[in-house]
């Protein structure tokens, strides 16, 4: 029997959908991407700039950056449920990490929505950061094999060196070099340095990188060349009057609190509670009553004490999950009614949008419905995990339904092990998830172990 969903569903609550069962999905769907013993692939879409090339090169597998957020995952799961599974999926994703690390420092397919890269270079300081920040957080962790923290530890010497070492000042195409400090000059990638290198001082007592390098630059992110205090937002970097996306204020909030955790630096509260507090500014609800966070301000290349305006569209609901969390945490020091409400319109909204495989669309009401139809597990899996709490149970085995999911001209489909992109019925991509390069353009081309007739008989049929 196929069952028939039409998203977004008005019915769902956040309670109905952020359940066992669903976490149970999300996690089958991650480990359904499992190309290796800690590496699994994904497809790497971003949502923010509505880039997909990586489709053109016919690559569907790891980067180092998505090592954060599932060893996260993972770490999580078992220390709510005691589950060694879940212990030795965290282990093996650090033993990944390392096999990515460069003689010299640097991390391997450390590019993200660039890959794939076989190399250190090309990369960006958060490609690198994410990886290494993960490294970081396994030295404090209570699960972490005493016996592998060696082999991490002189990896994370070697990549901050090479970060010192190549990108110090470095800045970025716009900007050029850096007059004070930072890496490449981008607000919420060079906060991800900041937060590993204060972390890693914290836990190993070696305050160099800190202090050399963490410290001057998180000063030169909180002058006002950066930090807006009375908008609440960060300038990006990488071009004139353009404040960071609203999804980016994510990573540096999370990463302003881990530096502040680590280094207990005065400032850091009244930013984290500004910022905040002004999330809040960039939320509306559209014609049929569903509550979103706009894509970004628009402001005045002078005069940063006010927004001009807000661009709504597209929603990148990907970030949606985590700018939740942001703000749940924020609620708990600050309690506010008016926020909370508005908080409850959005996760509702969010639930609303919970794919029956345990993911969420990239984004909405964009130029390319290829973005709606698509979809990850990852940020809403994260989401889940803490909704429930010492709730959870570790989840059980289960297998990805096969989808049919449309909107528009555009189709997604989907089971365990395959996926395919149509546009008017015609086959554009197909991939086997299981290997890193198996990725079909077109409705010819044939994969040695993929059969896409498998992919005929859904049963789920989705439209949003």
């Not at 000063?219 to 609440?232: A, M």
């Not at 009614?337 to 345990?358: H, L, N, R, W």
Request: glycine residues 8%; negative net charge.
């Amino acid at each position: 029997m196929t069952t028939h969903i039409q998203y977004p569903r008005p019915e769902a609550t956040a309670q109905s959908v952020f359940t066992q069962e669903m976490v149970d999905m999300a996690t089958a769907h991650i480990l359904s991407w499992r190309q290796a013993v800690g590496n699994f692939g994904t497809l790497l879409l971003h949502a923010c700039w509505g880039e997909s090339s990586s489709l053109q090169r016919r690559y569907h597998g790891q980067t180092a950056p998505g090592t954060y957020p599932r060893f996260q995952g993972m770490r999580a799961l078992f220390d709510y449920t005691g589950d060694e599974t879940w212990r030795w999926q965290a282990d093996d994703i650090i033993a990944n990490i390392l096999f990515l690390q460069e003689p010299g420092g640097g991390f391997r397919h450390a590019a993200n929505e660039g890959e794939p890269i076989y190399s250190s270079d090309p990369t960006c300081p958060i490609h690198q950061g994410l990886p290494l920040l993960t490294l970081v957080e396994y030295l404090d962790w209570s699960g972490a094999l005493e016996e592998r923290k060696p082999a991490v530890a002189e990896a994370i010497e070697k990549n901050l060196g090479f970060l010192a070492r190549d990108w110090w000042k470095k800045g970025n195409v716009w900007s050029g070099p850096l007059p004070d400090a930072g890496f490449c000059g981008v607000t919420n990638q060079d906060l991800v340095v900041v937060a590993a290198m204060a972390r890693h001082a914290q836990i190993t007592g070696e305050d160099h990188f800190y202090k050399t390098y963490g410290k001057p630059t998180l000063d030169f992110f909180l002058s006002p060349r950066f930090y807006h205090e009375n908008i609440g937002l960060f300038e990006r970097g990488d071009k004139p009057n353009f404040t960071e996306r609203t999804g980016y204020h994510d990573l540096v909030i999370r990463m302003l609190e881990i530096t502040h955790h680590a280094t207990g630096d005065e400032r850091l509260p009244a930013v984290l509670d500004n910022v905040c507090n002004h999330l809040f500014d960039a939320v509306f609800t559209d014609s049929e009553g569903w509550t979103y966070f706009g894509w970004g301000a628009e402001t005045d290349p002078d005069d940063k004490s006010y927004v001009k305006s807000w661009t709504r569209n597209p929603q990148v609901m990907t970030e949606t999950p985590k700018l939740l969390l942001c703000l749940k945490d924020h609620l708990r020091r600050n309690p506010n009614p008016d926020q909370q409400k508005t908080f409850d319109k959005i996760e509702q909204t969010m639930a609303a949008y919970v794919f029956s495989d345990g993911s969420i669309p990239l984004t909405l009401n964009g130029d390319d419905d290829l973005f709606k139809v698509t979809s990850t597990p990852l940020q809403i899996w994260s989401y889940a995990i803490q909704y429930l709490g010492k709730k959870l149970k570790s989840p059980k085995r289960t297998q990805i339904p096969c989808i049919h999911r449309s909107t528009g001209r555009v189709s997604w489909r989907c089971n365990q092990d395959l996926w395919t992109i149509e546009v008017d019925g015609v086959r554009q991509f197909g991939g086997l998830k299981s290997n890193p390069s198996a990725v079909v353009i077109g409705p010819e081309e044939t994969l040695a172990g993929a059969d896409f007739d498998r992919l005929a008989e859904p049963s789920v049929i989705e439209k949003i």
